[in-house]
């Protein structure tokens, strides 16, 4: 009913850019918290950033700066603006929904941050 599907990742070298985008089906994506989760090999999944249905938006220290989470509602796509990419970025990178019964993730995009 609800898919999240994710693309806009691969190779980049450091400082380099990605923009990845998360398109939703069964679900209106401004009515809803959206966010971008990313893990690492051996790691777990973190948080990156979110965006709230009023627009307001949060990332976590690590990206703050750099990434930036948006939305267009009339594709239904939200959007994490990738900038000054760290070897340390390297990870699959995870969209999600929330409402108000369930969390919705999309499969994934791999970034790559190497030279």
């Known amino acids: 009913q609800v898919q999240l599907v994710e693309s806009g990742g691969g190779l980049v070298q450091p400082g380099g850019s990605l923009r990845l985008s998360c398109a939703a089906s069964?679900?209106?994506?401004?009515?809803?918290?959206m966010g971008w989760y990313r893990q690492a090999p051996g790691k777990q999944r973190e948080f990156v950033a979110r965006?709230?249905?009023?627009?307001?938006?949060e990332s976590a220290d690590s990206v703050k700066g750099r990434f930036t989470i948006s939305r267009d509602s009339s594709k239904n796509t939200g959007y994490l603006q990738m900038n000054n990419l760290k070897p340390e970025d390297t990870a699959v990178y995870y969209c999600?929904?929330?409402?108000?019964?369930?969390?919705?993730w999309g499969q994934g995009t791999q970034v790559t941050v190497s030279a």
């Open positions: 965006i709230r249905p009023d627009g307001n938006t």
């Open positions: 069964g679900k209106i994506v401004s009515m809803y918290p």
């Open positions: 999600n929904l929330n409402t108000w019964t369930t969390t919705y």
